[in-house]
């Protein structure tokens, strides 16, 4: 855990609670070795997801990529509401007035912005001046998470 913490940059408490979570949605596996919890990638086979997820997470990690850019991926779908832009940009061709994702999401005008802006960060939106576009992410990983958010 202590690793995991390091390589993100967490504090110990932040990073155990992230892996517990990840461990409770069936995408870790863990074994207590006295006041030691060792985590390794394992789908939980009864978690709709986690084997494929898992698979992409093998992926990028046999890719190279970092731990900074897979937590990036990882985080881009973790609010409800960015979940929800996903897929109201998805069932509407892709491409949306930033009025109308609020309209259909039920959130702020100030809320989605904050979303909208951790979205654009990871690549998994675009804006111009007048409408905000779905786009395929770059990484493997990131566009599995985006199938997953769409289809449930």
Not at 71 to 86: G, K, M, N, Q, Y
Not at 122 to 135: E, P, Q, T
């Amino acid at each position: 855990m202590t690793q995991a913490a390091d390589a993100v940059r967490l504090e110990l408490p932040t990073a155990s609670l992230y892996l517990r979570a990840l461990n409770a949605r069936g995408l870790l596996g863990a074994k207590r070795s006295g006041r030691c919890v060792y985590y390794r990638i394992a789908p939980n086979p009864s978690v709709q997801g986690a084997d494929v997820l898992v698979k992409a997470l093998r992926t990028a990690f046999e890719a190279g990529r970092t731990v900074e850019e897979i937590f990036r991926d990882l985080t881009a779908f973790t609010h409800p509401r960015r979940v929800d832009i996903v897929r109201a940009l998805r069932e509407r061709d892709g491409m949306l007035y930033p009025v109308d994702i609020r309209q259909a999401c039920g959130i702020s005008m100030r809320a989605l912005r904050r979303r909208l802006a951790k979205l654009e960060r990871r690549g998994i939106v675009s804006r111009n001046a007048h409408r905000v576009k779905l786009r395929q992410p770059e990484s493997g990983l990131a566009c599995v998470l985006l199938e997953m958010a769409c289809s449930r």
